[in-house]
């Protein structure tokens, strides 16, 4: 496969950013349609060279790409390429696919909104930059995607900016995941300091001309607590991104943006960041088995967190929110096992049947215009496209066979079975128990959507608007019905994507495998006990949800009393955002950092005098701000930026 | 272990910072008796002294010669930086003898904050003009700034406060954008003593080339940002009319004049200096400065002739202004050693001529506002001659200069600048300043009609009461026709002043 079509990759739905952004929308307004027509075909450009790219691996297991000299700054050279392996080109296809599928549903589903463009180049921004940090062979160039991933998260969290739970919840989401950043950048800064001097670092992962390259490091350069540090490092930026305990209380607020960026970059791809860094740095963690065990255990613990937590949520897309943590643990779990195939199994899995979800929920809502599932119900009989692949994607997250979940939870809790020992037969439990869980929240939430009476709708939610902005008019005051086929049509694609997903891997075939075997990964055997209970675990769930919701067995209100107290802990999420919110940003940084900084600036302060006696503006500056917020001070700067600018464009034209 | 530094061999020489300092120690004795005296007209007497011992000391140095560098050549004394510190002290002068007659109405506050804060913005100005080093350039720039900005604010009302933010905002915007051209030159040249960057840069220049040169020229055009700021040039002069607006009189006047002094003054030596004649060449100076001063000039000029409100009418004059002396700027990109002298002295005289002129039209609006305050429109101005007829003779003569009119200093100035440029083969901006001036004579000409017609308010107003006011009218109105009398003198110190700079 040529560099250029590799480089094209990312280059097209980078192009399709600048073109929506700097000339579409400046030139032809907000909503033109012309700015999804630019993102879908670049993105479709892109879904189709990452076939070329997986064939092209799946021939030659590895395709050799060179490495281009950018700067030269003594004996440090930053050679930036493209890195293009059996995990890599499974990262393209499931990152451009679930991306293309979701930019045609965008189509209908932001079709009234004013931000339309801007929506658009967002998302041809995001995209761009998840295939950055994917196709990167360079730690630099890998972290400048990994930020813009970041950057465009937040851009798109707080899309509907205006709303001040959408700005909260963007400005959460930066904070929290640049903490984990905060870690990532110190374990590429270890990496720097703990390289030995003989051998300049490059920062490469994979150079097959030099002696060692960065993922070769693991045990011969880097070794010991070192090596253990930079791991942990690395954990703690992919537990960010991915939204692992206790960095993953962004997440669920993140569901204020629109629902198809939910589905492209909370459920499939970007939070999917965390689990790909962690494998491709696998072989470091390889050999630092510390690190790999604190993995596992993470893993283990945030899947069983969340999902008791999704069991409780009332709001359909925070249920989806906390699935998504918890099936990320499982992706955790596995990576920490150093079971590489079966991670990556399940995120491929996963990233279809979530989207699919997602998209589902996205669809319910604009049928009814609440997220809310206690004003759903009985909408399978005038949503039964909605319907169906929603229980097609229950069906694949409850892992019942033969959707696609069940396939690579199966490796999952096999790999675990395997491992054996204590921390095998823990990570087994937790697991077995998360997946009892796991089938009883998606059931709890079909049932309370799509099954029993129609419960009103938004009209019934008169107190909560907080989803007033994503209502459109379709879904005021009528009754509910089914969405357009702009939105239909790409669900029920990655419905069948959700049933046959698995025959990648399928016993016996294992393709998948094969692509990663150069990394390590092995064919799994089928395990009869763990596939068994790993099934009896979601019928059990389905049968516990089934029993609650459907007006079957046992009534809510009757268990309701013995466990409100867990219910409440449940409800409250742990009091996690209370202790954050609490200790650390207001005891913590209120109540200290901003204590001692008032020494120098409150009525008490000692430099406050002093400083009074020219510090005539500060109390009017409010006041001040308030009367030139009118545009005109916008305008200066904007005249004398375009003056600056057409100077110089002046002597590029004519000078000389 | 580093060496003890020995003040000798990095040249401390507090001779050369004389004039600074006292200010400076002027400044901190103003808002020290602020603290104690209940009068404060005595401010305004201790800071009016204090710009005259500092002017003492700036003669003093103007007659011992050319200093040369002290403060590790940090510190430029030459006979071109005197000149405008003479000129920025003058300024201050004028703008203190006015100051009284509104702070005395207009503030209830904040009286040792005003007289400190000015003499500190004055300080920052001195040492701007005779910085030879980047790091000390924008250090100097920022002092007089932030002392601006408080004192653009000291009316604390919405509009005085509005527009002290504008300024705040607007100006941190362009010396970030001037920073970064430094940071270029910087870049490209390794050092930030100016006097050490023309040989950088001519070896730069010489290997050729526009891809060569574009750092160089975006680096230039960078800093251009921040000085064409500082002159209220367009297309940076956005600024200008809500400041002048809102802004104490008095302030809007010695900023007027003062800011664009400074401004003007690094622009020359920083061009001049640092990037000669082989990176003036390069910069394709002429071409670049003139189309400045086309936009400056013409966009002032018209966009004056529609206000309706005294103040704004001024600003927009400013910015006319600061288009001729542009005119100047470029003639200084023409090779010829006797055209570089010609076109630096030209901005010199004419500065200082403007200096005269526009303080003499605001102690007149001074003196004819209202005691309330008033609106600040030409209407108000109406029968102003009958109720002060020193107020009205001033604003006239003021006015008739700035048009460019003789008998006056700025007409001696605009032949000066015009007649540099003709000399520097740039006819064609002569021209246009000169249709240019037809022009302006409409809008400066409509005050003074409204001052001499009868009718209007007979208030009383603030000229009879304060002497100083009337000092500085008188003082600037008589500079103004001293000027336009009889040049010569004058004109010989701005040549010798210029001569700093001969190639």
């Given amino acids: 496969m040529p560099e250029a079509a590799v480089w094209i990759i990312i280059v097209a739905p980078l192009a399709a950013a600048v073109l929506n952004g700097l000339i579409i929308r400046p030139l032809l307004g907000p909503t033109t349609r012309l700015a999804a027509a630019a993102a879908i075909s670049t993105i479709g450009l892109s879904f189709l060279l990452s076939l070329w790219a997986l064939i092209a691996v799946w021939n030659n297991h590895e395709v050799i790409l060179p490495l281009h000299e950018v700067l030269r700054v003594d004996e440090f050279s930053l050679r930036i390429g493209l890195l293009l392996d059996g995990l890599t080109a499974i990262m393209l296809v499931v990152v451009t696919s679930v991306s293309l599928l979701v930019q045609i549903y965008s189509h209908g589903y932001m079709s009234e909104d004013r931000g339309y463009v801007r929506y658009y180049t967002f998302m041809a921004l995001f995209t761009a930059s998840m295939l950055t940090l994917v196709l990167a062979n360079n730690l630099i160039l890998l972290f400048v995607g990994w930020e813009l991933v970041g950057l465009c998260s937040y851009l798109l969290i707080g899309f509907w900016f205006t709303r001040p739970s959408a700005a909260a919840a963007a400005k959460k989401a930066f904070i929290i995941t640049r903490f984990g950043d905060l870690f990532f950048l110190i374990a590429i800064l270890g990496i720097f300091l703990l390289w030995p001097d003989d051998a300049p670092i490059t920062f490469v992962l994979n150079d097959p001309d030099a002696p060692v390259d960065l993922l070769r490091a693991g045990g011969t350069v880097l070794t010991g607590a070192g090596l253990t540090w930079v791991c942990l490092g690395i954990m703690a930026g992919a537990a960010g991104k991915s939204a692992q305990f206790p960095l993953h209380t962004w997440l669920p607020d993140a569901m204020e943006g629109p629902t198809p960026v939910s589905a492209l970059i909370h459920a499939a791809t970007m939070v999917a960041a965390g689990v790909f860094l962690v494998a491709r740095f696998l072989p470091l963690f390889d050999e630092a088995e510390t690190a790999r065990t604190v993995v596992a255990l993470i893993g283990g613990f945030t899947l069983v967190f969340a999902a008791s937590m999704g069991l409780v949520m009332t709001d359909i897309k925070r249920v989806l929110a906390y699935s998504t943590v918890s099936q990320l643990g499982y992706m955790f779990l596995a990576l920490g096992l150093g079971a590489l195939g079966p991670a990556l199994f399940h995120l491929f899995n996963h990233a279809f049947f979530k989207a699919l979800l997602f998209l589902g929920s996205g669809s319910v809502n604009h049928a009814t215009g609440t997220f809310d599932m206690r004003f759903m119900g009985g909408l399978r009989r005038v949503m039964p496209w909605t319907y169906g692949v929603f229980l097609i994607g229950s069906l694949s997250l409850a892992g019942i066979p033969p959707f696609s979940g069940f396939w690579s939870k199966d490796e999952i809790l096999g790999s675990a079975w395997s491992h054996g020992g204590a921390l095998g037969t823990l990570l087994f439990i937790l697991a077995l128990s998360g997946a009892v869980m796991t089938a009883a929240y998606i059931f709890r939430a079909l049932y309370m959507t799509f099954h029993g009476e129609y419960r009103g709708g938004e009209s019934q939610e008169s107190g909560a608007t907080q989803n007033a902005h994503e209502t459109h008019d379709e879904g005021h005051g009528g009754a509910p019905h089914e969405s357009p086929r702009v939105m239909v049509a790409p669900m029920v694609v990655l419905a069948a994507l959700a049933v046959v997903s698995w025959l990648a891997n399928a016993p016996g075939l294992h393709w998948f495998t094969d692509m990663l075997e150069p990394l390590g990964a092995h064919a799994e055997e089928i395990h009869i006990v763990p596939a068994a209970l790993g099934l009896a675990a979601g019928l059990l769930g389905i049968g516990i949800a089934a029993a609650l919701y459907r007006g079957g067995a046992i009534s809510a209100p009757s268990i309701s009393g013995p466990l409100a107290p867990l219910a409440r802990l449940l409800t409250r999420k742990y009091y996690l955002d209370e202790l954050y919110e609490g200790v650390v940003v207001r005891m913590a940084l209120y109540g200290g950092l901003w204590r001692f900084l008032s020494w120098f600036d409150s009525e008490k302060g000692i430099v406050d005098r002093a400083v009074n006696t020219f510090g005539v503006v500060g109390r009017n500056v409010g006041k001040g701000i308030r009367v030139v917020e009118t545009g005109q001070l916008q305008t200066s700067l904007t005249v004398l930026s375009i003056g600056a600018v057409l100077i110089v464009a002046a002597y590029i034209a004519w000078g000389g | ?503």
């Fill in chain 2, 1 to 503: 272990m580093p060496t003890p530094i020995d003040a000798g061999s990095i040249g401390i020489d507090f001779a050369h910072l004389a004039p600074e300092i006292i200010l400076t120690l002027a400044a901190i004795a103003v808002v020290l008796v602020d603290l104690v005296v209940r009068n404060k007209q005595i401010l305004a007497w201790l800071s009016i002294a204090g710009v005259l011992a500092s002017g003492v000391a700036a003669i003093a140095l103007w007659t011992s010669g050319a200093g040369g560098a002290s403060y590790s050549g940090v510190v430029i004394t030459d006979l071109f930086g005197t000149f405008f510190k003479i000129v920025l002290l003058g300024g201050t002068l004028l703008a203190l003898l006015l100051s009284p007659a509104y702070v005395n109405r207009r503030l209830s506050r904040f009286h040792g904050e005003y007289y400190g804060l000015l003499l500190l913005s004055t300080v920052g100005m001195m040492l701007l003009v005779s910085v030879g080093e980047l790091i000390s350039i924008l250090l100097a720039l920022e002092i007089q700034t932030f002392a601006l900005v408080a004192l653009i604010a000291l009316l604390k009302d919405a509009r005085s406060t509005e527009s002290a933010l504008k300024f705040l905002l607007l100006s941190a915007v362009a010396t970030a954008v001037m920073l970064y051209g430094m940071a270029i030159l910087f870049g490209l040249t390794g050092t930030t003593f100016i006097a050490d960057m023309a040989v950088a840069v001519e070896a730069r220049v010489e290997t050729g080339g526009l891809a060569n040169n574009l750092a160089l020229i975006i680096a230039a055009v960078l800093i251009l940002v921040g000085f064409g700021f500082k002159i209220s040039s367009v297309p940076f002069q956005m600024w200008a009319p809500p400041v002048y607006e809102g802004a104490p009189t008095p302030i809007v006047g010695y900023l007027s004049v003062a800011s664009k002094a400074a401004g003007f003054a690094v622009l020359v030596r920083l061009f001049a200096t640092a990037f000669g004649q082989a990176g003036l060449d390069a910069l394709d100076w002429p071409l670049l400065i003139g189309v400045l001063a086309i936009a400056s000039m013409t966009l002032g000029n018209i966009v004056a002739i529609v206000q309706t409100n005294v103040k704004r009418l001024l600003a927009y004059s400013t910015i006319a202004q600061a288009g001729y002396i542009l005119i100047g700027v470029a003639a200084m990109g023409n090779g010829a050693a006797g055209v570089y002298e010609l076109a630096v002295s030209g901005i010199l005289f004419y500065l200082a001529a403007y200096t005269v002129s526009n303080l003499a039209a605001f102690g007149a609006l001074v003196a004819l506002s209202p005691p309330g305050g008033g609106t600040d429109s030409i209407e108000e101005l109406t029968g102003g001659a009958a109720r002060s007829p020193l107020a009205g003779i001033v604003l006239t003569v003021a006015l008739i200069s700035l048009i460019g009119l003789p008998p006056t200093g700025l007409f001696v100035g605009k032949i000066y600048l015009f007649y540099g440029a003709v000399q520097g083969d740039l006819w064609w901006l002569a021209l246009i300043g000169a249709l240019n001036s037809f022009v302006s004579a409409y809008y400066y000409l409509r005050p003074v009609r409204r001052l001499w017609a009868g009718g209007g308010a007979t208030q009383e107003t603030d000229a009879r009461r304060s002497p100083s006011l009337r000092a500085s009218m008188a003082l600037s109105a008589a500079g103004v026709i001293a000027l336009g009398i009889i040049p010569p003198w004058a004109i010989s110190l701005a040549t010798e002043a210029a001569s700093a700079f001969s190639p």
